[in-house]
């Protein structure tokens, strides 16, 4: 498949698709193709209305203001805390600077180096005028605005004199950004200006990675040249990276070590009423062959900056109208930040990343790689505004499915991986993980997309591979061969001890550190071996109740993509085997006693229920597997204020349990996925008041949902203080989804 940028246009309106009588409720939708042509490929439209109303109305959902003092972007937590605005899934970003902070230019670029985000530079790029011998103060006529627009940063100066500053940043393409500097004259005499461009670079404080970047003049403008670094965990450079400034009018440029001085050839001359655009475009690549694709992407946008601003205006006000749509008002805000953060982590083709993909967070240094569990929740959110761009990230990890013919691990044919990035490690990637996969609701994702996308293609394609995985998980995760499955560890070098196998079962959970995984508990893991006694990898010796109610929604999922497609026999015999999976689940899982599921013991059968309750005891409601008595009472737990129903809902362990720690991760933080996943199961079994109220806690108590702050990766059920990373995709995804409740 294409990279998105070179696919054609989003149109501003969706088209209504046949609905579909299914298993899941809404019908698919056919929505135009969300890709962004190429510049030179573009239709006419100069006739599109001025989206000024539509970005009014959603100026600056995310404080996006900020300038850095040093080129390593995180704070003690490495958290980056300033916002960025990425766009068409480019590997470098951009902010605002304050009203303090020096003036003239967009803060940045934040660059990745492959896996880690680094500042380039505090502002490499910064317009300066000059009139008479004399700086322009860019503040004489007032304190600037800088705003942030849906698909776009501005920024607007009156510069004294009625003579206006217009600056504005959108992307051109995947690896394009495109500056339009807009002068314009009110004033009743002639202005005469000289323009120029001054910047300077940020090293990486120590390191090979301190000497890694090189200023140089470029043909049009500047360049910075990359040095080879491998530096695992810190640094990744090939030495073929580069990031390069494209002038469209002839600049001579000067550079002084680490700093630039670029001027534009001619001076600017503004008759009374006049005005004069000035663009330049900025280009971020990993290899020569993207150089060469990125200079004529950044020619095509500079030959018709126009046609690109319209092109990104189109775009986004169908990302904007798709994600509002059905919101009340009040919410709607919230709804296009939440937009604005999935398209700043989204990342195009590159390295061993094939498909275009939404990585948790640019915001953190760990997390700019794809993980399975986040792109199956992460799509799902998607979907709602750009149904082709969830499909492809669905792709990015199934591209990297174990296959049967895999040298080193055959037996995991049909896997998985738990994330992919940049580097595996044949290319000294440390972040790629095979020692285990996450939660199966890759078919959930699938069927989520196909809903609103309405590609029938798209199910012909996953469905055999949607197959071969959960296959994987009854092949090599189910110890006893009763239909129930355990969460465990592959073959792998990594998981070379118990304690490591143990680690990456949890890790397969997706629930780190929750107390059901504690070895003081009496977590373990036990082999599970082929009938012909080879090793296929190690389970928990406990059954768990999520990983089983999730297996059951698989099966139904399966079921419908199966029944669409018109293979009515595979549907049947797929919802059968939904349904015997419930009926495990409900038999063995459920204790009267606490009125929760719980994780069962391997050996006896016996619930765990002396490890305390855990939000993974509601998934049974959101799969459809709790009898109607048994939602009951777990109904009663959920909207208890000494359970689950905390100021912010729902913990992942209930305030009742000993290892209920409101700052502990999995051990009490409360997670939107989580949330979500109770809240719809509230609204399955009838209980719709519940779920509007638990929504409606979720949204006046979270940090940050309201307001400009960003969105985090878990919050403290009981204040809503945000916790842990900032900008994170599948919370981002998942109040998409609750928004509309």
């Not at 948790?360 to 993980?371: A, D, Q, R």
């Not at 059968?576 to 899982?589: H, P, Q, W």
Request: with cysteine.
């Amino acid at each position: 498949m294409t990279p998105l940028s070179r696919r054609r246009l989003l149109a501003a309106t969706a088209a209504t698709g046949t609905a579909l009588a299914v298993v899941g409720g809404v019908a698919p939708t056919a929505h135009a193709d969300d890709r962004q042509a190429a510049p030179s490929d573009l239709p006419d439209l100069s006739d599109l209305a001025d989206p000024s109303a539509l970005s009014d109305r959603y100026a600056d959902v995310l404080d996006l203001h900020g300038t850095p003092a040093q080129a390593y972007p995180g704070d003690a937590t490495g958290n980056n805390p300033i916002n960025v605005f990425a766009d068409l899934g480019a590997w470098h970003a951009y902010a605002l600077p304050r009203p303090q902070d020096p003036l003239g230019g967009f803060t940045g670029p934040l660059h990745l180096a492959q896996e880690y985000p680094w500042w380039l530079s505090d502002g490499l790029n910064r317009l300066q005028l000059t009139e008479q011998g004399k700086v322009l103060d860019l503040a004489a006529g007032g304190a600037p605005r800088l705003t942030s627009l849906p698909g776009l940063l501005r920024q607007s100066y009156d510069l004294g004199g009625r003579l206006a500053l217009t600056l504005e940043l959108r992307f051109a393409g995947n690896r394009t950004a495109l500056v339009r500097a807009r002068l314009a004259n009110g004033g009743p005499a002639e202005r005469n200006l000289q323009v120029a461009w001054t910047g300077a670079l940020l090293r990486p404080a120590a390191g090979p990675q301190h000497d890694a970047p090189a200023l140089v003049a470029a043909e049009r403008g500047i360049a910075v040249r990359f040095a080879r670094v491998r530096q695992t965990w810190d640094y990744l450079t090939d030495g073929t990276e580069r990031f390069e400034v494209r002038h469209a009018a002839p600049v001579r440029t000067t550079v002084s070590g680490d700093g630039h001085r670029t001027e534009l050839a001619g001076a600017v001359r503004l008759a009374p009423g006049a005005a004069r655009t000035l663009d330049w475009a900025e280009s971020y690549t990993f290899t020569d062959a993207e150089h060469a694709r990125a200079v004529a992407e950044a020619d095509a946008a500079l030959r018709a900056p126009d046609r690109v601003a319209a092109a990104g205006a189109a775009r986004w006000a169908g990302y904007v109208a798709r994600a509002t749509e059905g919101v009340p008002a009040a919410r709607r805000r919230t709804a296009v930040k939440c937009v604005q953060t999935l398209v700043t982590n989204w990342r195009s083709p590159a390295g061993r990343i094939r498909h275009d993909a939404v990585t948790p967070t640019l915001s953190y240094k760990w997390f700019s790689g794809v993980w399975a569990w986040d792109t199956w929740k992460q799509a799902a959110g998607t979907a709602v505004f750009a149904p082709d761009l969830a499909a492809d990230q669905i792709r990015a990890m199934f591209d990297h499915q174990i296959r049967p013919d895999s040298a080193d691990r055959p037996q995991d044919a049909g896997m998985i991986p738990d994330c992919v990035f940049y580097n595996d490690p044949s290319t000294g990637g440390g972040n790629w993980n095979e020692r285990n996969s996450k939660p199966p609701l890759a078919s959930w994702a699938v069927w989520e997309v196909y809903r609103r996308g309405g590609d029938r293609a798209f199910l012909r394609e996953l469905l055999p591979k949607l197959t071969a995985y959960q296959d994987w998980w009854y092949r090599t995760r189910d110890h006893d061969g009763e239909g129930l499955c355990e969460y465990g560890a592959t073959v792998d070098p990594g998981n070379a001890a118990p304690a490591d196998c143990l680690a990456a079962a949890a890790w397969e959970s997706g629930m780190d550190n929750a107390p059901r995984f504690d070895a003081a508990l009496g977590a373990a893991v036990v082999a599970n071996r082929s009938a012909q006694g080879a090793l296929l990898g190690w389970s928990l010796t406990q059954r768990s109740v999520d990983l089983n109610a999730y297996l059951a929604a698989d099966h139904r999922a399966l079921a419908a993509i199966a029944a669409e497609l018109g293979d009515r026999t595979a549907a049947q015999r797929l919802r059968g085997r939904a349904e015997a999976i419930d009926r495990a689940v409900r038999d063995t899982m459920f204790d009267p006693a606490t009125g929760w599921f719980h994780d069962t013991d391997l050996a006896t059968g016996a619930r765990l229920t002396a490890r305390g309750r855990g939000i993974e005891g509601a998934i049974p409601l959101w799969s459809g597997t709790a009898s109607p008595a048994q939602a009951r009472a777990v109904r009663r737990l959920l909207l208890d204020p000494a359970e689950f129903g905390t100021a912010l809902p729902f913990p992942t362990v209930a305030r009742s349990s000993p290892s209920f720690d409101p700052a502990g991760y999995w051990r009490g933080l409360a997670w939107i996925d989580q949330t979500y996943f109770a809240i719809e199961g509230l609204r399955r079994y009838g209980w719709n008041q519940d779920a509007r109220r638990a929504t409606d806690r979720l949204l006046t108590t979270a940090a940050g949902l309201g307001g400009d702050g960003p969105l985090r990766e878990n919050y403290d059920p009981l204040t809503g203080e945000g916790r842990n990373s900032t900008n994170f995709s599948w919370s981002a995804a998942l109040l998409l989804l609750l928004l509309r409740a």
